[in-house]
């Protein structure tokens, strides 16, 4: 049906019988260089709830004013001066006139999605004074696209995230750790790698179950991101253990987040079935140096901060000197 208008012989639109205008489910209008509206079809009158009688020999822009009168002028223009039919499709403006959606099949959209054809009416003398517009309801094809792209989005962030923690999950942190091994080598940054872990991390599981556990895991994950920036790497390394890369800051300011991150541990309470779970956390501490011979050699170095500061009695932080590379 849509093709069939579109086909349609431009010159003589709006000599078409009415009674085929109002059987086509397309909107149909005619307007003139005035933007003043000649031919309104039933499609248009039932979704814009404004009466033929009330709209033809009205301007258009008097009766929505959610069109961008200067905006939709410029973007008529080509069909006057040149004579050139003009598109607007949703993904570029979701709609020209705001129709509430109302059939079943719809319902899930808050408007109707638009699809807009506007060409010329050419006269017996080949001048252009009218032009012809074509609103086509869309939405089920823009929701479906769109609940594509939010399905594969959906997709693509459980792929990096980890399920329990909604920190990134090892996999994803490992690229782009690697990533900003790069960066540093290249730009020589100050970056400082942190690993961490619950202590007495078995202990919790045995005494309180592993559900407990999940919720302990959950509330130090909560905790570590209050503490680092959007431009720092967090994620779940594995069970009980993180690993962040605080961005663009040395040891020295590395000290301070891990010192935070060490009490405000200390001092949380986890809740689970009427028991109080109180835990600490160790932590080691690398800044990037240039003698690191790749991403691999300088998470090491934290691990083995994070293992000295255990040795050293827990509920502490460690950093790696890297001096001895």
């Not at 397309?26 to 009466?51: C, M, P, Y």
């Not at 607007?88 to 807009?116: D, G, H, S």
Request: aromatic residues 10%; proline residues 3%.
């Amino acid at each position: 049906m849509n093709a069939s208008i579109d086909t349609l012989n431009r010159s003589a639109v709006s000599q078409v019988p009415l009674e085929l205008l109002d059987s086509i489910e397309v909107g149909i209008a005619v307007l003139d260089r005035n933007f003043t509206v000649q031919v309104w079809n039933k499609f248009l009158e039932n979704h814009s709830a404004k009466k033929v009688d009330f709209i033809i020999g009205h301007s258009l822009f008097d009766h929505f004013p959610e069109i961008e009168e200067k905006w939709l002028r410029t973007k008529v223009d080509p069909v006057f001066n040149l004579k050139s039919p003009v598109f607007i499709i949703w993904e570029q403006r979701p709609y020209l006139f705001k129709f509430a959606c109302n059939r079943p099949v719809t319902c899930a959209a808050e408007y109707m999605y638009q699809n807009v054809t506007m060409f010329p009416i050419v006269d017996k003398d080949g001048n252009v004074e009218r032009f012809c517009m074509l609103v086509y309801d869309v939405t089920e094809q823009a929701l479906g696209k769109l609940g594509m792209e939010h399905l594969n989005q959906e997709l693509k962030t459980a792929s990096r995230v980890d399920g329990l923690t909604g920190l990134f999950n090892r996999r994803y942190w490992q690229e782009r750790f690697d990533e900003m091994y790069k960066l540093c080598v290249r730009r020589d940054k100050p970056s400082t790698a942190v690993m961490l872990d619950i202590d007495h991390f078995k202990r919790i599981n045995d005494t309180y179950g592993h559900q407990a556990g999940d919720k302990v895991i959950k509330m130090l994950a909560a905790l570590i991101k209050r503490c680092v920036r959007e431009t720092d790497l967090a994620g779940r390394y594995g069970g009980e253990e993180f690993a962040i890369i605080l961005n663009d800051s040395t040891v020295e300011d590395a000290r301070i987040v891990a010192e935070r991150i060490r009490q405000l541990a200390q001092r949380l309470v986890v809740e689970h079935e009427g028991e109080s779970i109180n835990f600490t956390v160790s932590l080691g501490l690398a800044q990037f140096c240039s003698a690191f011979k790749g991403p691999l050699a300088w998470l090491e170095c934290a691990d083995k901060a994070l293992y000295d500061a255990k040795e050293s009695g827990r509920n502490q932080y460690r950093v790696y000197d890297t001096s001895q590379r």
